[in-house]
C-alpha cells in the first residue's frame, strides 16, 4: 500500500500546481499554507511572489483561482483580503482520507518513514553511580526518552547512550572503605533473589555517609584512599573489581527508577565516563599534535576568541590538568570520537542541563578544529530549564533539601490512584488494577507536564495540577481515550465505519482536519527535539473531542451510517491519541 497522503499535502498539491500554471516562474514555490479559522486553509504565498513579480497580489490570487479545479478535494476557494486565498475542502475528502489512515496496515495512521535514514547517538539520563538520583535527573530521562521514541517512529537509526557518572576521585574513598569494611554491600538473605532497588539504594546511601565520616576524621585513611585513586585509575585488578561492584549495584538501583518511570533503558546503553578511559591519551595527543590545543602552564588547553572571564582573560577547556588528570572535557571528547567514528553518527544529541551550555560549546567547537564534527555530522545540545517549586523557585523539600526522584514518583503515582479510586463510582475496577492505573497516570502525569513544556524553558512541579481532569494534562488526554473506548464498548456489534458521502457537522470537519494533521506534527516534532509540539497537538485533538462528544450524539445519531461513521471518527481519534502517548513515553488505559 502506498503511503497515506495527508489532505493537507494534497491541497498544497492543488495550489502549487496552479500558481505554476498562472505564473511558470512560480514553478517550485511554497504557496505558504496553513490552517485558518476564516476557512479550512488559507494560503498566503501569493503576496511574496506577487512582489517578486511586480503584479498585483490580488489580481495574481485571482489567476491562481481559475486554475484550481474544484470537485472531489476542494470545495470551494475565494481571494480575502490583500491577496490570501481560503479554500474550503469537501467532507468527503476529509472522511477519504481519514479512512486511508485508518486502513494502513502497518498501523502507522499515515505517518511516512524516512527515505534515507541517518543514525542519531542521544546522550540522556545520565546518573552518577553510588548516588541517589534526584528531581534534577528528571528531565534528561523524560526529554530524551520521548525524542528516542519519535526519532525511531519516524525511522531513524537511533543509538541510545546513558553517559552515567562512574568515574573519578571519590570513588577512592569508596572503594578503600569498602576493602576494609568487605561485607556493606552485602544483600539480605531472602528467599527472593530479586534484590530491590530501594535497598542496593539503601546500602549505597549507608556505606557513603560512612566513608565520608571517616575520610573526614582519618588522615591515614585519607591517605590511603588517595592512594586508591591511582590505583584505579592504573588499571589495578583488585581495585577495578571493587569499583565494579558500586557500579553493579548503582544498576540495580537505576533500573528500578527507570522501570518506574516507564522507560526501557538497556544494558548495553549505558556506557559511562570509564568507557572512554583507553582514549582519552590519544584524544589529548591529537589535539595538540594539531594544534587545537595548546600548552598553557603545564595544562593541555583550547582557547577561543569570544570566550572570556570577568577579568577580560580568556576561559579556556582545559582538556588535561596540569598534573596530567583528565577533566570531564577529554571524556567527552572521547565520546564524540567514538560516536563519530565508531557507532558512523550523523547527529549527536544531548540532553543536558542548560547550566552547563558553556561547557558544550567549548566541547562541539574544538571538535570541529580538531575535524571530527563538520558539514555532515552534526553536535546539538538540548538543553533544558530548571524544575521549580509551586514558589517559583528550584524544587526544593522543606528542610531545603533536593528532593528524591523516586518519593517524587511515589507521590505523583499515590494522588493519580486516588483519582482513579474516586472516578470508578461503579466499582468496576479491582484494586490490582486500580493500582495499575494509578501508576500510569501518576507517571504519564509527571511525563506530560514536562513534555508539555518546551525544553529550555523552567516548569512549575505542582501535583495537584498535574494529576486534574481539568486543563492541559495527560489526565485530561487519558480520560478522554479511555471515554472513547466505553464508548466503542458500548457501541456492542455495531462497529466503526467510514462513510465518505455523508454530511459532516462542523465539530466533525474540525476534528477530522486535526487528525489529518498528525503525520506533520510527528514529523516536525522529531526534526526539531520538540516533544512539547506533540503534546500541544495531542491537547487540541483532545479538546476537539469534547466538542464534538458534546454536539454530536454517537450511539444517538439519526441514521445507521451516522452511528457507524461517528463511531469511526472515534476510533481513529483514540488510535491517535495512543500513538501520540507513546511517542511521548505515556500509556492510555482503557479503563479510567
Known sequence: MAPVTSLTATVHQHLAAALTSALPEADGVDPLLRRSDRADYQANGILALAKKAKANPRDLAAQVVTHVTTGDVIKDIEVSGPGFLNITVTDRAITTNLAARAEDPDARLGVPTTAAPGTTVIDYAQPNVAKEMHVGHLRSAVIGDAVVQLLEFTGENVVRRHHIGDWGTQFGMLIQYLDEHPHELDHKDTEDTQVSGEEAMSNLDRLYKAARRLFDSDEEFKTRARRRVVDLQAGDPHTLAMWQKFVDESKIYFFSVFEKLDMDVRDPDIVGESGYNDMLAETCRLLEESGVAVRSEGALCVFFDDIKGPDGNPVPLIVQKSDGGYGYAATD??????????????????????????????????????????????????????????????????????VRLVDLLDEAIERATAVVREKDTQHQLTDAEIADRGAQVGIGAVKYADLSTSANRDYKFDLDQMVSLNGDTSVYLQYAYARIQSILRKAGEVRPAAHPDLGLHGAERALGLHIDAFAETVAEAASEY????????????????????????????????????????????????????????????ERL
Open 530 to 589: 520538540a516533544p512539547h509540539k506533540m503534546a500541544a497537538y495531542l491537547y487540541q485533538l483532545a479538546s476537539l473531542y469534547t466538542t464534538f462528544y458534546d454536539k454530536c450524539p454517537v450511539l444517538k445519531a439519526e441514521t445507521p451510517a451516522q452511528v457507524e461513521n461517528r463511531l469511526f471518527l472515534c476510533d481513529i481519534t483514540a488510535r491517535t491519541l495512543h500513538q501520540g502517548m507513546a511517542l511521548l513515553g505515556i500509556r492510555t488505559p
Open 333 to 402: 571528547l572521547s565520546a564524540i570520537r567514538d560516536r563519530v567514528f565508531n557507532l558512523k553518527a550523523n547527529s549527536l544529541i544531548y540532553v543536558v542541563d542548560a547550566r552547563q551550555s558553556l561547557h558544550f560549546k567549548m566541547v562541539f567547537e574544538t571538535a570541529r578544529r580538531a575535524g571530527w564534527l563538520n558539514e555532515d555530522v552534526k553536535a546539538y545540545q538540548l538543553a533544558f530549564g530548571t524544575v521549580l517549586g509551586k514558589d517559583g523557585k528550584p524544587f526544593k523539600t522543606r528542610e531545603g533539601e533536593t
